[in-house]
């Protein structure tokens, strides 16, 4: 610090100096803006917290709140958190529900063999197939799993982050959520809805219609489920809850993997409960794990190749878990035993990397490995951007990835810094589930961009439902 400095700032505590640093980031910020240059954040912060001797860098949501009303529409999106998050214009609000044993114990005597987690589990505080030190997990825990509290501070943390809250979309996590009591569930669903409208609500029919009309709205609740959780009376429920799209737990289209595993459900349970879920209107996303005991690699990319190829499955989208061993586990014991071995870390980047090669331009590709702290991990992925890694390793192998998430606009202006140019309308047809569908976008051809896209199913002739 220079003896000018020294001498404005002599006798400053702290939260004074960093009050002015944050001054200082702002009239860079708006000189920037005014004179049409790109600033590094970054290196603007670490240069001022150095002019004030600062110990840290000011935090983000103080320089947010500091912008001058006349140039936050300006200035705000440009410091924006994590701005794939709100890419596509919708805010996700993950949330969970309390702790509770897996249902299918009471079928099989055990869990999966993989799964971490629940109250009997050496994470006794998380739920089933969380550790507790995720960040969804973390959040809930200190929020003691009340949904209204969970739903609350995660809106305002987003707001705080720069991040457009006037459209949420919940997911429910935690083990297997329909499983519960309907009265929790009720009161569960219900609490969500009200968070967002500021209404105290009597029933869910109730809150659904407050939430609908409020100034930040649901526009849609993603709930996590197995196939046999996913017959008729649980997709009337979550009609009822105004969700409109299911996670299903597969994990592999293989019988004989699904009974060694200690799955619960048979493979023909899938394909069920994917015909009766999309007949339901539900949007459904798969969990794939690929790496799992007694597959192989080869066989792992066969069995997404009729994943994506055989109408029987063929969902909206995908979340692809490669195989973590975590102690406390049944596949940590087969692993400490040395009859369980996890694929190479570049093995497993090729594998992702030729799944992703696969994907149909209909499907959207939602995550690409678990939230679950490294530290955690025994054996299995070894890198964080795993997604990031295998998207590079197609670049070598020559091939791409046509997923929704990849070609959408908001994550096109975001990584790689183009907008669309000539735009038309595109349709796709497919036999899918024991029904026809169609799926219409506007895209820009030449860029690959997605900008808009519709989805349209023509039921099978014996939906059980036939006004949702």
Not at 242 to 262: K, M, P
Not at 372 to 380: C, D, F
Request: hydrophobic fraction near 35%; aromatic fraction near 8%; proline fraction near 5%.
């Amino acid at each position: 610090m220079g003896k000018e400095n020294k001498a404005l700032t002599a006798g400053l505590s702290k939260e004074e100096l960093s009050v002015l640093a944050v001054t200082d980031i702002i009239q860079e910020l708006v000189k920037a803006h005014n004179e049409g240059k790109d600033v590094n954040l970054n290196k603007v912060k670490s240069h001022i917290s150095s002019k004030y001797a600062l110990d840290s860098s000011p935090r983000l949501v103080d320089i947010i709140a500091a912008v001058p009303p006349e140039y936050k529409k300006i200035i705000v999106p440009k410091l924006k958190a994590k701005p794939i998050r709100t890419a596509s214009g919708i805010a996700v609000v993950a949330v969970m529900c309390k702790p509770h044993r897996c249902p299918h114990i009471n079928f099989t005597g055990n869990i999966c063999v993989y799964c971490p987690g629940g109250p009997d589990s050496d994470f006794e505080y998380s739920t089933q197939s969380y550790t507790g030190y995720e960040p969804t997990s973390m959040r809930a825990i200190r929020a003691r799993y009340n949904p209204y509290l969970q739903t609350r501070s995660r809106v305002e943390q987003l707001k705080q982050l720069g991040h457009s809250v006037d459209k949420v979309e919940f997911i429910v996590m935690g083990g297997t959520f329909m499983a519960l009591p309907e009265d929790y569930r009720d009161y569960f669903i219900r609490n969500l809805h009200d968070a967002l409208s500021g209404h105290t609500s009597n029933n869910v029919d109730e809150a659904v219609r407050y939430s609908e009309r409020s100034q930040t709205k649901c526009i849609g609740i993603t709930i996590e489920t197995r196939p046999d959780y996913c017959l008729k009376r649980h997709l009337s429920d979550m009609l009822r809850y105004g969700c409109t799209r299911l996670e299903i737990g597969v994990q592999s289209v293989y019988e004989d993997v699904a009974r060694d595993t200690n799955r619960g459900h048979t493979v023909k349970a899938v394909t069920e409960s994917f015909h009766l879920a999309k007949d339901c209107g539900f949007k459904v996303v798969a969990h794939m794990m690929p790496d799992l005991p007694n597959v192989g690699l080869e066989r792992d990319v066969e069995q997404f190749i009729e994943f994506f190829e055989n109408p029987a499955f063929r969902a909206d989208g995908l979340k692809i878990y490669p195989t973590l061993v975590i102690r406390g586990t049944g596949l940590y014991e087969l692993w400490k035993t040395g009859r369980y071995q996890s694929y190479p870390p570049n093995t497993l980047v090729d594998l992702v990397a030729r799944i992703l090669a696969l994907v149909p331009p209909w499907t959207r590709v939602y995550r690409v490995q678990r939230d679950i702290p490294m530290p955690l991990v025994s054996s299995g992925v070894e890198h964080g951007n795993l997604r990031e890694l295998a998207l590079a390793r197609m670049k070598d192998f020559g091939t791409e990835c046509r997923d929704v998430r990849t070609r959408e606009v908001g994550i096109q202006e975001i990584h790689q810094k183009v907008r669309p140019y000539e735009v038309e309308l595109v349709r796709r047809d497919y036999v899918a589930n024991n029904g026809w569908e169609t799926f219409l976008s506007y895209e820009d051809p030449q860029q690959d961009i997605l900008i808009g896209l519709l989805r349209l199913r023509k039921c099978s002739d014996d939906t059980f439902r036939q006004v949702f």
